[in-house]
């Protein structure tokens, strides 16, 4: 009983911080990060604002949980499989997995100012950093299922640093045009391709269905 009754005060906060960063994604959308308030996303979302500080104590608790949900969306979109067919090389699978990001950034401005603008807080910026370690733990899986990697020491920490190279190309991109440019996109994969190049080779032997 003491659960069933807790149930519902907990679906309501649940609902209420969604419907609040809900909010706060659609601001960002077509505002800078400086410009938004927690007044600004609770008169958008229809909540007190008193409640939304109960929530999210200040702006930066906010943009850090609307960092995580995008986080969340990047890391589902680089799980996808991929097919055998488009995969030549394992240079190929960091093509597909860049355009897929530029893609999502492009069509999410919300998390191209949360995720890669330069002008992100440092607190934000920190959490997606440490998300990043996620991203590229699916990245090497991502590898191992088409390939056999070889096994050097700190090889996870290879691949952090490689989902590092291609945001800081991306962040760049951001701070010189305000958008991801095909050109950057491409320089963010020679860059990461060079990397890599330096710990698995230019090949990997195919891994056997």
């Known amino acids: ?21 809900d909010a706060a994604c659609s601001l960002l ?19 007190p604002v008193a409640s939304a500080y109960h929530f999210y104590p200040d702006r930066i608790a ?9 986080g969340e969306e ?13 995969v030549r ?21 919300a998390a191209q100012r949360l995720l890669i603008d330069p002008r992100a807080p440092p607190e934000v910026k920190l959490a997606d950093r440490v998300h990043d370690r996620s991203l590229s733990a699916i990245i090497e899986a991502s590898f191992a299922r088409h390939f056999e990697l070889p096994r050097i020491a700190g090889r996870a920490q290879v691949f952090f640093h490689a989902v590092e190279i291609v945001d800081l190309m991306l962040l760049l991109s951001v701070m010189q ?26 090949t990997l032997p195919r891994r056997q269905p």
């Open 1 to 21: 009983m003491p659960a069933t009754k807790t149930r519902g005060p907990q679906r309501r906060g649940e609902l209420r911080r969604a419907q609040l960063l």
């Open 29 to 47: 959308a077509t505002q800078d990060l400086r410009q938004v308030s927690i007044e600004d996303v609770a008169r958008r979302a229809g909540i």
């Open 62 to 70: 906010l943009f850090t949980a609307a960092a995580r949900r995008h």
């Open 74 to 86: 990047v890391a589902a979109l680089l799980a996808r499989p991929i097919p055998a067919r488009q």
């Open 89 to 109: 090389s394992w240079e190929d699978l960091i093509a597909i997995q860049l355009r897929r990001v530029s893609r999502f950034y492009r069509h999410n401005p």
């Open 177 to 202: 045009a305000g958008r991801i440019t095909p050109q950057m996109q491409r320089h963010a994969w020679i860059a990461c391709c060079a990397y890599l190049r330096a710990f698995l080779g230019p």
